[in-house]
C-alpha cells in the first residue's frame, strides 16, 4: 500500500517555464489537497479537490491550477513559474474531512 | 482572526527526558484539534486527532491534551528518543464550511541529543 505518492521530488525551473505535478493516492479518499511548506509559515492551502471532477481554491492559489480527471490523481500545474514559487509543496488525502489526512513525501521546487 | 501558535519555536533536550510542547489557538468555530510529526524532508505524519468532548488523546510516547475552554492544547513525549527529533506541528479544523478548512501552526523543531 504506496498511500501517498508524490512526482517529482525534486525539479528546479527557470523563471517563466512551466511543470505539472502529480499526486497519487491508491486509498479510494475522496478528497485531495495541495500546499505549500515556506520557512517559517505553516503549510498553507493552495487548491483542494472533494470528489472526481471537482476542484476549488485555497488560501494561496494564484499562480496554479490544478485537475483532478480521476479519483485517484489530483495534478497542480505551474504555466509561467516565479521564483516566489520556491517552496515544498505537499500534496494531501482523506476519506472524508473530519479523518486524518495522508500526506505526500513533497516535492522540492526551485524557481531560478 | 483564525490562527494557531505554537511555543517554543525550538526545543533542545537530551535522550530519555520528557517535554511537552504547546499549542494556543484562535479558531471558531472548531471541529478537531491534530497533531502531526514531520521529519526532515518528509511529510507530515498524523499523531492525535481530538474532538471538542475529548480532553486527552495518547499514542504510544505521545499525549495530547485539549481544553476547549481556555483554547490550549499540549503535546507531552515520555523518555524521548532520537527519533523523535522532529517538527511537531498543531492544526486546528473548523467545523463545517468548505472542506478546505484546516488551519496549520508553524510548528515546534525538536532536537533530541544523545
Known amino acids: 500500500n504506496a498511500g501517498v505518492t508524490q512526482t517529482p521530488k525534486f525539479r528546479v525551473l527557470k523563471t517563466g517555464q512551466s511543470m505539472t505535478l502529480l499526486c497519487a493516492q491508491d486509498m479510494n479518499h475522496e478528497y485531495m489537497y495541495w500546499y505549500r511548506q515556506d520557512p517559517g509559515m505553516g503549510l498553507r492551502l493552495i487548491h483542494y479537490s472533494v470528489g472526481e471532477g471537482t476542484t476549488a481554491k485555497g488560501e494561496v492559489p494564484d499562480g496554479y491550477n490544478v485537475s483532478r480527471l480521476k479519483k485517484q490523481n489530483f495534478l497542480l500545474g505551474l504555466e509561467s513559474a516565479a521564483p516566489s514559487q520556491t517552496s515544498v509543496y505537499f500534496c494531501?488525502?482523506?476519506?472524508?474531512?473530519?479523518?486524518?489526512?495522508?500526506f505526500g513525501s513533497g516535492t522540492r521546487l526551485t524557481v531560478v | 482572526k483564525n490562527q494557531v501558535e505554537q511555543s517554543p519555536q525550538s526545543l533542545i533536550i537530551l535522550e530519555g527526558k520528557n517535554c511537552t510542547l504547546q499549542?494556543?489557538?484562535?479558531?471558531?468555530?472548531?471541529?478537531?484539534l491534530r497533531w502531526y510529526k514531520q521529519d526532515t524532508g518528509r511529510g507530515p505524519v498524523s499523531l492525535t486527532i481530538?474532538?471538542?468532548?475529548?480532553n486527552t488523546k495518547s499514542n504510544g510516547r505521545y499525549t495530547a491534551t485539549l481544553d476547549a475552554d481556555t483554547k490550549q492544547s499540549s503535546l507531552h513525549i515520555t523518555a524521548s528518543q532520537l527519533s523523535d527529533s522532529a517538527s511537531y506541528i498543531c492544526v486546528v479544523s473548523l467545523y463545517g464550511g468548505s472542506q478546505g478548512n484546516l488551519i496549520f501552526g508553524k510548528g515546534t523543531k525538536l532536537s533530541v541529543k544523545p
Open positions: 494531501a488525502s482523506t476519506l472524508t474531512g473530519n479523518y486524518g489526512y495522508t
Open positions: 499549542c494556543n489557538y484562535t479558531v471558531s468555530p472548531f471541529s478537531n
Open positions: 481530538m474532538t471538542f468532548s475529548e
